[in-house]
């Protein structure tokens, strides 16, 4: 199956910084890497798809990129609202599998 | 809106079944443009893509689990739903039903369900 790994597995930022998020296929997947935020207590909620595509309704600030293998989620200019985990997730090859997660705290 | 609910059991017994159902409103479970799943969340927070379902009933299943798992569809009731059996502690987990969009088994999951603890435990 298709490893996703994911760095870092945390990271403490302040307000208005930028942050990146790599994930890294074991395998080619094209762009068929997608991004999602969990806060706590809550379900996670799509915020990319296909590698760079925003979801409806996701902020403007958050933005993705990379194919093949290696794929980056970038939160532009920091809010504190935005304290969650977040997971890559790739669906071309199966079994579906998704990354182990990088915590943001602010 | 579409919302997505599960419901069920929240205590399944060591070697039973699991039963999980999901409640789709705010739209309708008999379309060709999505398709409708099963993840599951451990207490570590790995996810797990459990399986894949249509409306017309086809399925596609995590190896992992395949020979322990079913989903099924009753569109009369706008549901679709998850048996695990013979369980352990290991299957103890947040379970989620959630939409595929794009009309296609590879897509991303746009609406996910809030989520359901079930515990494995004698």
């Known amino acids: 199956e298709v490893v996703l790994t994911q760095s870092p597995d945390f990271q403490s930022v302040s307000p208005k910084e930028k942050v990146t998020i790599t994930c890294r296929a074991s395998?080619?997947?094209?762009?068929?890497l997608h991004w999602y935020q969990q806060k706590p207590d809550q379900s996670p909620k799509l915020l990319i798809k296909?590698?760079?595509q925003s979801f409806s309704g996701a902020p403007s600030r958050f933005s993705g990129s990379g194919s093949g293998t290696d794929f980056t989620l970038t939160i532009d200019s920091l809010e504190a609202e935005d304290a969650a985990t977040y997971y890559c997730?790739?669906?071309?090859?199966?079994?579906?599998?998704f990354g182990g997660g990088t915590k943001v705290e602010i | 809106q579409l919302q997505l609910q599960e419901s069920g059991p929240g205590l399944v017994k060591p070697s039973e079944t699991l039963s999980v159902t999901c409640t789709v409103s705010?739209?309708?479970?008999?379309?060709?443009?999505?398709?409708w799943g099963w993840l599951r969340q451990f207490p570590g927070k790995g996810l797990e893509w459990i399986g894949t379902?249509?409306?017309?009933?086809?399925?596609l299943y995590n190896p992992s689990l395949k020979s322990r798992v079913s989903i099924s569809v009753d569109t009369s009731r706008n549901q679709f739903s998850l048996n695990l059996m013979s369980v352990t502690a290991a299957d103890t987990a947040f379970y989620y039903c959630?939409?595929?969009?794009?009309?296609?088994?590879?897509?991303?999951?746009?609406?996910w369900g809030q989520g359901m603890l079930v515990t494995v435990s004698s």
């Open positions: 959630v939409r595929l969009a794009d009309g296609s088994w590879y897509s991303h999951l746009d609406f």
């Open positions: 705010g739209g309708s479970i008999s379309t060709s443009n999505y398709y």
């Open positions: 997730h790739q669906s071309s090859i199966l079994p579906f599998t």
């Open positions: 395998q080619y997947i094209s762009n068929s």
């Open positions: 379902l249509h409306y017309s009933g086809s399925t």
């Open positions: 296909y590698a760079s």
